[in-house]
């Protein structure tokens, strides 16, 4: 099973500003990596696919980079609907494996 | 709209069974694999369980291999989850999704329409 690591836990960040969360693959998974949103009381939003590619409707201050087993999804101007956790999971190999989550903060 | 509802969550008794259902709207669900996802406070998200569109790949997560059944009616636009010989670790909210953008085959994918979610709770 490919293991899924997130940091920080926790990240405090003021509107406005850039936010960098970092997910971690314990082997290769090319590019097949996905980023959620989730706020509370709801379930997973797909923010992006593919490593790199915005799902419909998704804002363009979400980018996602990396491959392998290094990724970032970057935030670049938080607004105050983006406070939320956010989670990262692999999608090349079963089973399908989720990061622990970042939650994001109003710092 | 495209919309996933699930139903069937509650509280049951160690050992006794459960049947989870989602009903999807807004899109052509026999074009595509399903699948169940649960979260818990204390392990996060879990891939559960996935099925082909026409129900001819199914595969489990290692943890509910034998104990849970998932299937599909897409002459009604739904998907469901027997859940039997149920335990404590168990006890989780459970999403179906819709698999993204692999069309029909069951395939490691990510997951682009999730429902709100119905919550099981085993406990005596």
């Known amino acids: 099973e490919i293991v899924m690591t997130q940091s920080p836990a926790t990240l405090s960040v003021s509107p406005g500003e850039r936010a960098t969360l970092s997910c971690r693959a314990s082997?290769?998974?090319?590019?097949?990596l996905a980023w959620y949103q989730q706020k509370p009381g709801q379930a997973p939003r797909l923010l992006i696919y593919?490593?790199?590619t915005r799902a419909a409707g998704i804002p363009a201050r979400f980018s996602g980079s990396g491959s392998d087993t290094k990724f970032t999804l970057t935030i670049s101007s938080l607004q105050s609907e983006d406070f939320a956790v956010y989670y990262c999971?692999?999608?090349?190999?079963?089973?399908?494996?989720f990061g622990g989550g970042t939650k994001v903060e109003i710092k | 709209e495209v919309q996933l509802v699930e139903s069937g969550g509650g509280l049951v008794q160690p050992g006794r069974s459960l049947r989870l259902s989602c009903a999807a709207s807004?899109?052509?669900?026999?074009?595509?694999?399903m699948h169940w996802v649960r979260q818990t406070p204390g392990k996060g998200l879990e891939w559960v369980s996935g099925?082909?569109?026409?129900?001819?790949?199914?595969r489990y997560a290692d943890s509910v291999q034998g104990r849970f059944t998932v299937s599909r009616d897409n002459a009604k636009n739904s998907l469901y989850l027997q859940m039997n010989s149920l335990g404590a670790e168990d006890t989780a909210l459970y999403f179906c999704?819709?698999?993204?953008?692999?069309?029909?085959?069951?395939?490691?994918?990510?997951?682009?329409?999730w429902g709100q979610g119905t919550m099981v709770t085993v406990s005596s």
């Open positions: 999704a819709k698999q993204g953008y692999t069309v029909a085959s069951l395939w490691p994918d990510a997951f682009d329409i």
């Open positions: 807004g899109f052509r669900f026999e074009d595509y694999a």
């Open positions: 099925i082909s569109w026409n129900s001819g790949t199914i």
């Open positions: 082997q290769s998974v090319s590019s097949n």
């Open positions: 593919g490593a790199s």
């Open positions: 999971q692999q999608h090349i190999n079963w089973p399908l494996t």
